[in-house]
């Protein structure tokens, strides 16, 4: 991390940067549980629910769009920013639910989507209409198709333009998304201070932040003459400002798949502008490096987005509620992943991406899969679950583009996977087959102690117990076999050690854990009892089953009583 003034301070503050060492679990409300029978999701479900979450051992919750919206994309097309979906519940339900989170210790962050607005919003409806209102400048117009319509698109195969002509206004306006999805002209001051009522209005019903959706998309400039948009950083910092100001500890976590040489413009040099970031690099390379079963590139990914302010976080994921994009991976690194876990042109998704959920792209295989999420839990960051994912849910390929990952949660052998009195779910809940409710519902796991449920409660337990993951610098040591990954990170006066093999047979690695006087040379397991004690040349030998890891703590279990304030 950057050495800069006032870390040292910062670090003495270990619980303000709450979300330096939080676990996080993304959900929607309307497929997760659905008090009112009418097959949709709300908030009175969800809060019957934050018990299994706080059992879970999840801190924060990451909520995604439950404002009014038409919902054609799954809420991120907002009608009304100041009002829930009332197929969700209303704005008490909402502040209910903030509550019951905070008694329970859980944080809640929601979407922040302002980059565009629903096609709905009385704010289009009116800048359509009347080319004098002041609405028209919230969004982007020109009078004649620009020539770039053609370029730019986010769901390549689905969406055909930037540009939509709409009849109304007699004018094309700019969507970087849907056609359904008019961006809004973020340069205009009006609209900027527009996105900070919003953020103020939230702030102040119960949540801790935001999860800022399409951030180099906000920022960049747009308009009928902008061929390449420039990003307008600074407005970042205008967001951090205002949120710091209203509540201090609330956070903004950025959704920006960007290059690493533009990381430290997102996070601000100062550790100024956005506090987390989603890693899409080590995302990316995570998954390359599970289908090759080489670590290499995964080790240049981690090394070239390490650079980060004191205060600033990676979101570690694996997978979210869109497709798995390796758009940043190179041509051939990508037929890798598709050969791996989406062979099938139906798995695949805008000429770029998987579609679909973790469990069936490992096959079910609970060796690749805890694998995948032990190192979710131990890259460098704060580790982000999917709902769902606690148990291995799978998807449904007959649902239309992302729809397929965004199934109800599966809570039981009951009609509907529990989800559910009403026999229309909204969206339907996977029945049959290895990942129907039938076989896979948290009920049945949270009855088999060795249930990927239980696993994953027991992993998240011990993850939280190692905050020198979240806090500490990492150094990947040398295993001379590019299939095992051999991370150690220190943290005050601390040091863990992690290995993970990648491939499915077993290896036998030898490293050195790279600290001095002998201080590596025992190495205690956390999850297992098979400790590993150094030879005279201070050298480890392991043996790892294919797919296995193993969680060390450096030295012994006496560490928290060695551990310094700095
Ligand atoms: C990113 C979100 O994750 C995705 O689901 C959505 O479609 C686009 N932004 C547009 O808001």
């Not at 986010?154 to 007699?170: E, I, N």
Request: glycine share 10%; proline share 5%.
């Amino acid at each position: 991390m950057l050495e800069l003034s006032g870390s040292r301070a910062t670090e003495l503050m270990i619980n303000d940067l709450w979300y330096k060492n939080a676990i996080f679990y993304c959900l929607s409300v309307g497929t997760y549980m659905d008090a009112n029978a009418d097959g949709v999701g709300d908030f009175r479900g969800l809060m019957r629910r934050l018990d299994y979450l706080h059992g879970l051992g999840i801190t924060a919750i990451w909520l995604m769009p439950f404002q009014a919206s038409p919902g054609r994309d799954n809420g991120y097309d907002i009608s009304d920013y100041y009002n829930v979906n009332p197929a969700f519940g209303t704005l008490g339900d909402f502040v209910e639910f903030t509550h019951g989170a905070k008694q329970r210790g859980i944080r809640v962050i929601i979407d922040l989507v302002v980059n565009h607005t629903s096609d709905q919003h009385p704010w289009f409806q009116e800048a359509r209409r009347d080319p004098k209102s002041k609405y028209r400048d919230w969004y982007v117009w020109s009078k004649t198709k620009p020539p770039q319509a053609g370029e730019g698109m986010v769901f390549p195969g689905v969406q055909k333009t930037t540009w939509t002509r709409d009849a109304v206004a007699k004018a094309y306006y700019f969507h970087r998304f849907y056609d359904f999805q008019p961006d809004l002209n973020t340069s205009n001051p009006e609209v900027q201070a527009e996105i900070l009522k919003i953020m103020g209005f939230w702030i102040q019903l119960g949540v801790s932040g935001f999860r800022m959706d399409a951030v180099p998309f906000v920022i960049g400039t747009k308009g009928a003459d902008v061929r390449t948009p420039r990003e307008q950083y600074d407005m970042l910092r205008s967001l951090r400002e205002f949120l710091q100001w209203r509540v201090g500890d609330s956070i903004i976590l950025a959704e920006a798949n960007v290059l690493p040489n533009t990381d430290l413009q997102y996070f601000g040099d100062d550790g100024d502008r956005m506090h987390m970031m989603f890693n899409f690099q080590v995302n990316q390379n995570l998954f390359y490096a599970l289908a090759a079963q080489n670590t290499q590139p995964l080790v240049k990914a981690m090394e070239k987005t390490k650079p980060r302010p004191y205060s600033g976080q990676w979101g570690i994921f694996l997978r979210n509620h869109d497709e798995l994009d390796l758009g940043r991976l190179s041509d051939k690194q990508r037929e890798t992943v598709f050969a791996a876990f989406g062979p099938n042109k139906d798995d695949q998704l805008y000429d770029r991406g998987i579609r679909r959920r973790l469990a069936p792209m490992l096959g079910g295989d609970r060796r690749r899969l805890e694998l995948a999420y032990s190192l979710m839990f131990t890259l460098p960051g704060t580790p982000v679950v999917r709902y769902g994912d606690e148990l291995g849910m799978g998807d449904d390929l007959s649902l239309p583009e992302r729809t397929c990952g965004r199934t109800p949660m599966q809570w039981s052998t009951e009609p509907q996977g529990g989800f559910t009195k009403s026999d229309k779910p909204v969206v339907p809940v996977i029945s049959g087959g290895p990942y129907g409710y039938e076989h896979i519902n948290a009920a049945e796991q949270r009855r088999d102690p060795n249930s990927f449920l239980n696993w994953m409660e027991r992993i998240i337990r011990m993850r939280k117990e190692v905050p020198e993951i979240g806090w500490g610098d990492f150094e990947a040591l040398d295993t001379r076999d590019a299939a095992v990954l051999a991370l150690r990170y220190d943290w005050r006066n601390n040091s863990v050690l992690f290995l993970h093999n990648f491939a499915s047979e077993p290896r036998e690695v030898g490293f050195g854990v790279g600290l001095k006087d002998g201080r590596g040379d025992l190495l205690v397991s956390l999850l297992s009892s098979d400790h590993s004690r150094a030879d005279g040349r201070h050298r480890h030998t392991v043996c790892l089953e294919g797919y296995g890891y193993r969680w060390y703590r450096v030295g012994g279990l006496d560490y928290l009583l060695k551990r310094t304030e700095f």
